[in-house]
């Protein structure tokens, strides 16, 4: 499940006589652990973890606003992605609300922040533009940008799934996709070959490429998309 309140959700399977604590609310007892850790959490942890089993690619130099508004009129299920210079500027439905990612860099992530439910209603409408209008902002967040790559995906009896695995940037959501393709490759191979730790190596060999791919093709989209070009604006 989906970490909270900063504790790391795992993945138990096999079985062991000797329990494992993951979280002060729970005990488990395995053999092997997934570990599809939240983006925060994967941030929260680097100052724990050796430098080669993290890296940093790329710091792209901006911030992600997260909220909820309300479409005027109701968005229809569709979702939107606009491509500013600042940054893309995604709404994704949410039950009847959007989702927002507001891409900014840092100084205007401050700003946006610190703005009052109209004022933060009105730059979003500038930023987005006139094909609807937004109402009743819920409470924002943010975090920053950056694309990290695990160079180790399996350790002993532990692997690495999803965020845990890699961050990207949101543009285009193949974070999620990749995240996906991750949890599908690795159930198919512990089916296909068993749970011990030859089959997890296998894993880990066999997201390499993908995992690559996913990353240029999101660094790429960024760096082509994050400019003032009006060809590339709509």
Same mark, same amino acid.
């Given at each position: ?5 900063g504790v790391a959700?795992?993945?138990? *399977?096999? &079985?062991?006589?000797?329990?494992r604590t993951? %979280? ?12 599809p ?8 942890r680097? #100052? ?7 890296? %940093?690619?790329s ?5 992600? =606003?997260?909220?909820e508004?309300? @479409? ?10 606009? *491509? &500013? ?5 995604a ?7 959007? %989702? =927002? =990612?507001?891409?900014? @860099? ?8 610190g703005?009052d439910d ?6 979003l409408?500038?930023? *987005? ?7 009743k @902002?819920g #409470? #924002?967040?943010?975090? @920053?940008?950056?694309?990290?790559? #695990?160079? &180790? ?7 690495w799934?999803g965020?845990?695995?890699?961050? !990207?940037?949101?543009v ?15 159930a198919?191979? !512990? !089916? ?6 030859? %089959?997890?190596?296998?894993?880990g ?6 995992r ?5 093709f999101?660094?790429?989209? =960024?760096?082509? *998309? ?9």
């Amino acid at each position: 499940g989906p970490a909270s309140q900063g504790v790391a959700s795992v993945i138990c *399977f096999g &079985t062991s006589d000797r329990p494992r604590t993951q %979280s002060a609310r729970a005990a488990h007892t395995s053999k092997y652990f997934a570990n599809p850790d939240t983006g925060r959490n994967i941030r929260n942890r680097k #100052r724990q973890q050796t430098g080669s089993e993290i890296r %940093s690619v790329s710091d792209y130099g901006q911030h992600a =606003v997260i909220c909820e508004v309300t @479409p005027i009129p109701g968005h229809g299920k569709r979702a939107w992605e606009r *491509f &500013t210079p600042d940054g893309p500027l995604a709404l994704l439905p949410l039950g009847d609300e959007y %989702s =927002v =990612v507001f891409t900014l @860099p840092p100084a205007r992530a401050d700003a946006v922040m610190g703005l009052d439910d109209d004022a933060f209603v009105a730059a979003l409408q500038a930023q *987005f533009g006139r094909r609807m209008r937004f109402s009743k @902002p819920g #409470r #924002r967040s943010r975090f @920053p940008l950056a694309l990290r790559l #695990r160079d &180790t995906l399996v350790k002993g009896r532990e692997v690495w799934i999803g965020n845990a695995a890699q961050t !990207l940037h949101p543009v285009s959501g193949q974070g999620f996709n990749l995240g996906l393709r991750d949890a599908w490759q690795l159930a198919e191979i !512990l !089916l296909d070959q068993g749970i011990h730790g030859d %089959s997890l190596a296998s894993y880990g060999a066999s997201r390499r490429l993908d995992r690559q791919g996913g990353a240029w093709f999101t660094d790429r989209i =960024v760096r082509l *998309f994050s400019n003032d070009c009006a060809p590339l604006k709509f």
